[in-house]
Structure formats: C-alpha cells, structure tokens
C-alpha cells in the first residue's frame, strides 16, 4: 500500500497568518494516464471530512482560493493563507492513484 | 444540495454482524461510484469499500476483504455496508462518501457509530 506521510502532526497558526502542510507518499502518485490523484481534506471538530482540493491544485466547488495544493510525484503541499476560525481542524491527505486508496495521518490546526 | 445520511450503527458483540444505509439525495446517484470510509476513534481515515455505478464493480481493502460486503440500490438512491465478522478492530465512525477518481471523495455523511465489544 503506499504510505502517505504528514509534517508536521499540529501546526499552531495565528489569525491571518499563512501556514504549510507537507505530504509525502512512499511512490510516485502519477498514474499511468498521466495524471496525479492526490486530494486534501477538512475534518473540522466535530464535523465530517470535506473535500478541499482534488488532483494535487483544483480547488473543490466552493472552496476559497486561499487554499493552494501543490507538488508533484511524491511530494505534495497544501497552503492556507490569511488563516481564518473556520479554517481549524485536522487536514488530511488522501491518494487514489493506486489501490487501495490511502490517507495520511493528519495535521492538526490550532490557534496560536 | 447532496445529502447523504448514513444509519444502521450500534453496539454489537464481536463475531456478530451488522448492516449500514446511506440514503442519498440531491444528486443522480446511479451515475456515482459510492464508498465507504472509516475512522477508528481519534484515529485518522480508512477507504472501507466502493462500489460502481451499476453495483457489478465493487473493490475492498485486505482488512475487510471477505467480511463486508458493498452493494447499492439505484431504484432508492441507497447504499449498503453489511459487515460480517466483526472484530474490536472494526469499531469506528462509518461514512458514506460519493467517489470519483477525478475528485476523490468528493461528498461525505455524518457518520454513523460502530462499537464492536462483548
């Protein structure tokens, strides 16, 4: 199964400020049709998970552009900037290239 | 707005078994492929089971594989998890989720809870 890896496990951020958070997966994500099936999640407390971006950069319906994905192979990073309270909860990582799909261990977002 | 809304959790003793819904709205859901997806109390998320859009497809993990079982009823817009076998292991927070391979799972349920315990 390939392993998604996150860094850092929590991530403490003020109001405004912008934050990173590092995926990497222990084989490359591309897949044989070229593209490269890697998606970030929300899981705010209490809540479901959300989709927030698909496909390494596309931001899910209704997301804002605050959110960024990026990276390549088997390094990828999601940005948050102008961190706002409704953007606090656990973020995950998540694979579908390759069966079975897997998902990294999360990263918690706090307040500072 | 997609709806979906999982039922059928509960306390149950291992060994036994257990059968999950999802009723789903707001979306053509036989043009979905549709999963399952747990996670184990404060725990991260484990892919459970999808299934195609006609049901003839359905693809599991080593971890449930020959013990749940996906299936799908186009005619209600409903989704299945029947769950044999159940071991400690098992107990989580089961969520329905609508999958695509371009955007993952793209829609989630509020869970329903699972507990295996004697």
């Known amino acids: 199964d390939v392993v998604m890896t996150q860094t850092p496990v929590s991530l403490s951020v003020s109001l405004g400020g912008q934050v990173s958070i590092s995926c990497r997966s222990s084989q490359s994500l591309v897949h044989n049709n070229g593209n490269t099936y890697l998606s970030w999640y929300l899981q705010k407390p209490g809540q479901s998970p959300q989709l927030l971006i698909y496909?390494?950069?596309n931001r899910f319906s209704g997301i804002s552009d605050r959110f960024s994905g990026s990276g390549s192979g088997t390094d990828f990073t999601l940005k948050i900037s102008r961190v706002e309270p409704d953007d606090l909860g656990v973020y995950y990582c998540g694979q579908g290239t390759q069966y079975p799909d897997t998902f990294g261990a999360g990263t918690k977002l706090e307040l500072k | 707005e997609v709806q979906l809304v999982e039922s059928g959790g509960g306390l149950v003793q291992p060994g036994r078994s257990l059968k999950l819904s999802c009723a789903a709205s707001g979306f053509t859901f036989s043009n979905y492929y549709m999963a399952w997806v747990r996670q184990a109390p404060k725990k991260g998320l484990e892919w459970v089971a999808t299934i195609s859009t006609s049901g003839s497809r359905t693809y599991y993990p080593d971890s449930v594989k020959g013990r749940f079982t996906i299936s799908r009823d186009n005619a209600k817009s409903s989704l299945y998890l029947q769950m044999n076998s159940l071991k400690s292991e098992d107990t989580a927070t089961y969520y329905c989720a609508r999958h695509g391979w371009e955007l993952g799972f793209a829609y989630w349920g509020q869970g329903t809870l699972v507990t295996v315990s004697s």
């Open positions: 496909k390494v950069s």
